[in-house]
Structures are given as C-alpha cells and as structure tokens.
C-alpha cells in the first residue's frame, strides 16, 4: 500500500506543494530515497531509523521506498523528516490514521535520533502554501510555534515527538495554542536609546540625509575623515525608521526561515533587518547564489537597511553587482542548474574615507596621499554606481567647540514622527506602499511638477554638474520627499536646492 504525506519544497523562496509517497513492500530490506533529494534528505534515512526505534516503535524489514513529487525539481531541507517517517509508521500499519488527516494537512520538521521533533527551516512557506491552497493546517515542531502562528486562518498542531504525532492521528484532537506580539514591546525594540541621535554632536547634514532616506527609502554615501562619526550615524537610521508593518514581518520572517536564521529566542522578524556585512566578504555571502541558491546580504537587508562600511574595501566586482539591486529592488541569478530570483528593497548607506590616509578633507591635517593615489582610490566606486546614489555628503571632524558643547539636540523620537509622516503622504500619493525612491518616469511626470524658474535652476545644475538622465530622476525623487518632510503639496526652490546640494560633489 502506498502512503501519501503533503508537504511543502523550496527552492531559493519560491515554494511548492510536495507529496511524500512511501511504498512498503516484501523483499530484501532497503530504504531509498528518490525525487532529486540533497544530502540532507539522504542522511534523513539514518535519523528516522534511530527515531522511530528510540521513540519505542518496531521498523519492520521491509523495502521502503520514498518518492518525492514533483520528482524533478530539487528538494532541500531536513523538514522532510517528519512526512516520511509519517508514511512509514502509517504503511507498516503501525499508527492507526484518519485519512481525512493525511489528506488536508502539511506535515513538517526534523526528527531527532530520541524520536523528539526540532526547529526546521520554512515554516512560514508551509503555513503559507497550506492557506493558500485551501488545506485545514500543518503539522509541525513545537519550536516552530510563533512562525506557524503567523499566519491565520489556518489549524497549527504542534507536536515534541512520535507519540503526539500518533495521538493527532489517531483521534484527529490537537489543542490549540496562539502566540501574541505586544504591539508596544514591538515599538519599543525599535527604539533603541543607546543609539539615539540626541547624541550625536555637530554634523547636521548628515543627520539631515539620514532622515531624507528614511523618509524615501532613498541610498545615501558618507565620504568622511576617521572618526567623524560615519559608522556612529549609520547605525543611528533604525531609531528614525517608521515601524514594520504586518506584510513586511510575514515576508521577512519567511525569507529569514528559508536561510536558516531564525533561533529559539527570536522566532519572528519584528524589526526591521541592519545588515553590515565586512569588506571581506566573498561575492556569494553578498549577492546571494552558490550550488544551492543561498540568500545574500542584500536579500537579508530587506525592508531594512545594508550599511556598507569602507565601501571602496570591497571587490570591484561586489560593488559592482549591486547595480541591477539597487535599481531594480530585485535580482535574478542564474547559473548553469537553476535561476532565482531574490527581493532586495532595502536603503543602502555606504561609507568611506577620501583617500588611503583618510585626511585630505582636513585643512588641518597632511595628507600623504598625491592626487593620483587619491584618484585610484576612488575609483571603485564607479560612474554606474554613483549614479545609483541618490545623496553624497562630505565630513570632517568636529571642531573643538562643536564636541563641547551640551546644547539639547533633537531626539530619534522628533525625527520619527516627521518621517512616519512622510510616509504616510507617500502612501496616500501611490494608495500603496510604494516610496518616493521607487517612483518610474510616469510618476515622477505626475507627481513632481516644476515651474519655469524651477526647470531653469535645474537645467544649470545639469549643465554645470554633468548629471546623466538618471542623476536627474534622482534628483526629482529627493526633492519630493524633502516637499513632503515639509508637508508641502509642491516643490519649492528650497526643495530643489537641497536636493541638488546632494549631488555637488558628484565626481
């Protein structure tokens, strides 16, 4: 008799329904596994064995042969665990079963050699999947609970061994147990108060960007000498972000369980991700990819920000491959055995220093670096990728008077408020969660509409700038979102200005 166990497979973040077919039969005892398994699935053999024998159950010498559908598409992940050894202990006629359960349930997670179920990887695609095709719930670890409870509308067993599974199975009883998130404790693990930018003394243009990007999701570069408080500010644009909404926690905590970096102690994405991966990372860990698509920083940066700390340290190449990203929100990576395709809307905040000895924006400082070492330096960041940049800004050290002076500053609080706001009017403009930096040619001729003296101001920077068309896209979607920080319908000189200001030292 053949068994069959739903399931769910994955391959980069695209899911798919999989049934588990188990066929029992007499013969010489073998237990194989087919349907394009990795070696993951391949060593499940020996794990559901020790399992089934620990948890006090009889494996029967038989032929068991394990078939996963669809058979060609490659299957990855040790959740397959559980659905198998259901098909097993159910063909040898070892658990008693209701087959309406077998039928409208997903069955997930990984069995331990005591017979004890463990966190798995996807189970919010599970969760999802089962929704979203009609199916009554999944069956899954009890570790996994708060990722199963994501999703409503849907029954969420939860089960620690063999035992509770042969419970669930035979009776068709579960008891149900919801999870809550405190909406406020949520709020609060946003706010950090150690990085709060009330601290933070002088370098008001750079505070002034921070809130412009947070505001439109905008990408922002910080050329500065050492220690004028580059990172410090980097780190401080998750105290100013506006709140993750429930769309975005659901998409983050399923693209985080798929890459494996969900724990015990955080089950579910509830703030948004800062990723700040070292310039000595290798192109996969970055962009995403390898023999078996893995999520990159740029993917795990989503709905958040990717600080990229001495940006001019990394391959060309790396930085290089950030274009297609940072302008299309997504990449698509094909290599000889499959294409994917990753999310990558996240605010890139890259900084560096001038030059190799970090002083030549310092009047007060020698620099030891001649204009071509200067030049060579600079040029991994190439024309394409500048361009990409919506706002530049240059710093220097604070003077003595400015690290002296305990003059009150605005709080992280102060600039929340002004940029949720913005938001807000951004969300009303596209009646969706579209920002200003995601604007096309049609919205940006809909939206930011320049008088005569405005086209004329604008055209000089053109000219004396040499922007390309993109530059000048860019420019436009800055000055909307500094319109909208002022609650102001139209773009005004002053809007204009300041975007431009971002752009002056372009080259």
Do not use: W
Request: charged share 30%; with cysteine; net charge neutral.
């Amino acid at each position: 008799m053949i068994v069959k166990i739903k399931s769910l497979g994955y391959f980069g973040i695209d899911s798919f329904l999989t049934e588990v077919e188990v066929d029992i039969s007499n013969g010489l005892p073998t237990f194989n596994i087919v349907g394009l398994g990795d070696t993951t699935i391949n060593e499940s053999k020996e794990r559901i064995k020790a399992g089934i024998r620990n948890s006090g159950y009889k494996l029967e010498p038989k032929r068991i042969t394990v078939n996963l559908t669809p058979a060609n598409i490659k299957k990855v992940g040790t959740h397959f665990d559980l659905p198998i050894t259901v098909g097993i202990l159910c063909g040898q006629k070892t658990f008693s079963y209701k087959e309406y359960i077998l039928e409208n349930y997903l069955f997930m997670g990984e069995i331990s050699l005591s017979g004890d179920l463990k966190r798995t990887q996807g189970i919010v695609n599970g969760a999802i999947i089962a929704k979203d095709l009609g199916y009554k719930g999944i069956v899954i670890p009890f570790d996994n609970l708060k990722e199963g409870n994501l999703i409503k509308g849907i029954d969420v067993i939860v089960v620690k061994n063999l035992k509770d599974i042969e419970n669930f199975l035979t009776t068709g009883e579960f008891q149900k147990i919801e999870t809550y998130i405190n909406d406020n404790e949520e709020i609060e693990n946003i706010y950090d108060e150690d990085l709060d930018f009330s601290h933070v003394k002088g370098q008001e243009k750079a505070k002034r960007a921070l809130e412009i990007c947070a505001a439109g999701g905008h990408n922002f570069l910080m050329i500065g000498t050492p220690g004028c408080g580059k990172t410090m500010l980097a780190k401080r644009i998750m105290s100013i972000l506006p709140p993750i909404t429930e769309e975005e926690k659901i998409e983050l905590t399923k693209l985080y369980s798929i890459a494996g970096k969900l724990t015990e102690e955080n089950p579910i994405i509830t703030k948004r991700p800062f990723r700040t991966p070292h310039h000595t990372s290798s192109g996969v860990a970055i962009i995403g990819g390898g023999r078996t698509p893995a999520l990159g920083e740029i993917t795990l940066a989503n709905k958040g920000v990717l600080f990229l700390d001495e940006v001019v340290e990394f391959k060309k190449d790396i930085i290089e491959n950030l274009r297609e990203p940072l302008e299309e929100k997504k990449i698509s990576i094909t290599r000889a055995g499959y294409r994917v395709e990753f999310p990558t809307d996240f605010i890139l905040i890259a900084a560096c220093n001038p030059c190799k000895c970090g002083f030549s924006l310092e009047p007060s400082e020698i620099c030891t670096c001649t204009p071509r070492e200067i030049s060579n330096y600079m040029k991994k960041l190439s024309g394409p990728i500048l361009d990409r940049i919506d706002l530049k800004i240059e710093m220097t050290r604070l003077s003595e008077d400015e690290l002296l002076d305990n003059i009150p500053r605005e709080t992280s609080e102060e600039i929340r408020k002004r940029v949720i706001k913005a938001r807000e009017i951004q969300k009303e403009r596209f009646n969706s969660d579209k920002l200003n930096s995601h604007m096309t040619r049609n919205d940006i001729e809909k939206f930011v509409v320049l008088d005569e003296n405005l086209k004329n101001l604008l055209k000089t920077a053109i000219k004396n700038l040499n922007l390309s068309a993109r530059a000048y896209d860019r420019i436009l979607k800055v000055a909307r979102t500094i319109a909208d920080l002022s609650n102001s319908k139209t773009i005004e000189k002053e809007h204009l200005f300041e975007a431009i200001s971002y752009r002056i030292n372009e080259r």
